[in-house]
């Protein structure tokens, strides 16, 4: 095997072993992504992809009978792309969630699809060239691979089934709880007034549950519930945050941040805080209630 396809071959594996696991650490959100393209069985599938691809990075890192696996992750790079192609010209998804947690590595429609093109002629090259690939793998590397792919089956069964469900989880004790703002990491989003009350809404534009939510967000300053709603969220791509403008056209303020800066503050969406009197009173984690619901339950915390 000439040394330039090792290197290739392994440069390949290393991009599909961190897609898949930032797509392991965040699967319900992935699976959601799935379920976009109008076939919500899809989103089963979620955690089969991920698997895949991370067995496919693995062998292609090891150079594992090379010629069969470089074949393989072809055609695997090859459905996708045409799947999300099909997706962003017929469901306007511009979202591929190829990176899953490692949300900077998700680039714009054109740079993914060029991306794959790149990986696609990479693989085609790497099977052209390869004419034996019978190299043996040795127990130090196959202990590496079980591991990496126990790891990476056990988080993705605890994000995609810890998260598959659209229940509300309303937090009124923890690490945030009865503090100022000043004193946590929301400081850098806030400067509450010491007589008003605010619902601090963190969101991703390509988010289901966040989708869910606006609605309801809507409420909040209309019904009297809080004084300020404030919603925060960060941009990877443009015409993303364009489309969730249009449908949902919030009449509420929107901050948008550095995905490292609010990753500081949460990496799971929609997550909301309530603030009164510049104390954080409550977390409120996935779908939020509608204005009677949230008003009552302000009411016993209050």
């Given at each position: 095997?000439?040394?330039?396809v090792?290197?290739?071959?392994?440069?390949?594996g290393?991009?599909?072993l961190?897609?898949g696991?930032?797509?392991?650490?965040?699967a319900?959100?992935?699976?959601?992504i799935?379920a976009q393209?109008?076939?919500?069985?899809?989103?089963?599938?979620?955690?089969?992809?991920i698997?895949?691809e991370?067995a496919?990075?693995?062998?292609?890192?090891?150079?594992f009978?090379?010629?069969?696996?470089?074949?393989?992750?072809?055609?695997?790079?090859?459905?996708l792309?045409?799947?999300?192609?099909?997706?962003?010209f017929?469901?306007?998804?511009?979202?591929?969630?190829?990176?899953?947690?490692?949300?900077?590595?998700?680039?714009?429609?054109?740079?993914?699809g060029?991306?794959?093109?790149?990986?696609?002629g990479?693989?085609?090259?790497?099977?052209?060239?390869?004419?034996?690939?019978?190299?043996?793998?040795?127990?130090?590397?196959?202990?590496?691979?079980?591991?990496?792919?126990?790891?990476?089956?056990?988080?993705?069964g605890y994000?995609?089934?810890?998260?598959?469900?659209?229940?509300?989880?309303?937090?009124?004790?923890?690490?945030?709880?009865n503090?100022?703002?000043?004193?946590?990491?929301?400081?850098?989003?806030?400067?509450?007034?010491?007589?008003?009350?605010?619902l601090?809404?963190a969101?991703?534009?390509?988010?289901?549950?966040?989708?869910?939510?606006?609605?309801?967000?809507?409420?909040?300053?209309?019904q009297?519930?809080?004084?300020?709603?404030?919603?925060?969220?960060?941009?990877?791509?443009?015409?993303?945050?364009?489309?969730?403008?249009?449908?949902?056209?919030?009449?509420?303020?929107?901050?948008?941040?550095?995905?490292?800066?609010?990753?500081?503050?949460?990496?799971?969406?929609?997550?909301?805080?309530?603030?009164k009197?510049?104390?954080?009173?409550?977390?409120?984690?996935g779908?939020?209630?509608c204005?009677?619901?949230?008003?009552?339950?302000l009411?016993?915390?209050?």
């Amino acid at each position: 095997m000439n040394k330039p396809v090792q290197i290739l071959s392994s440069l390949v594996g290393v991009v599909f072993l961190v897609s898949g696991i930032g797509k392991s650490i965040v699967a319900y959100e992935f699976s959601q992504i799935l379920a976009q393209y109008g076939f919500d069985a899809l989103a089963f599938f979620a955690p089969l992809l991920i698997m895949v691809e991370v067995a496919l990075g693995l062998l292609l890192f090891f150079c594992f009978r090379l010629r069969q696996i470089s074949l393989l992750a072809l055609c695997f790079v090859a459905v996708l792309s045409a799947g999300y192609c099909y997706g962003y010209f017929f469901k306007n998804i511009t979202d591929c969630g190829c990176f899953g947690y490692f949300s900077l590595l998700n680039l714009s429609p054109f740079f993914t699809g060029l991306r794959n093109i790149i990986l696609i002629g990479i693989l085609l090259y790497v099977f052209i060239k390869t004419k034996h690939s019978y190299k043996t793998v040795g127990k130090s590397e196959i202990i590496i691979m079980a591991a990496i792919l126990c790891a990476v089956c056990f988080t993705t069964g605890y994000t995609y089934t810890g998260q598959n469900n659209n229940d509300t989880h309303y937090i009124t004790k923890g690490r945030h709880i009865n503090k100022t703002v000043h004193d946590t990491v929301l400081g850098e989003f806030l400067n509450p007034a010491k007589d008003s009350s605010y619902l601090v809404f963190a969101f991703s534009y390509s988010c289901p549950h966040c989708f869910n939510s606006i609605e309801n967000l809507k409420q909040y300053e209309r019904q009297g519930v809080v004084d300020k709603v404030l919603a925060i969220s960060f941009v990877i791509d443009t015409s993303g945050m364009e489309r969730f403008k249009e449908i949902f056209q919030p009449d509420f303020t929107i901050v948008n941040y550095p995905p490292k800066q609010l990753f500081r503050l949460t990496n799971r969406f929609p997550v909301s805080y309530y603030i009164k009197n510049g104390i954080i009173k409550m977390e409120i984690r996935g779908l939020l209630p509608c204005a009677v619901l949230l008003r009552q339950l302000l009411v016993k915390i209050d």
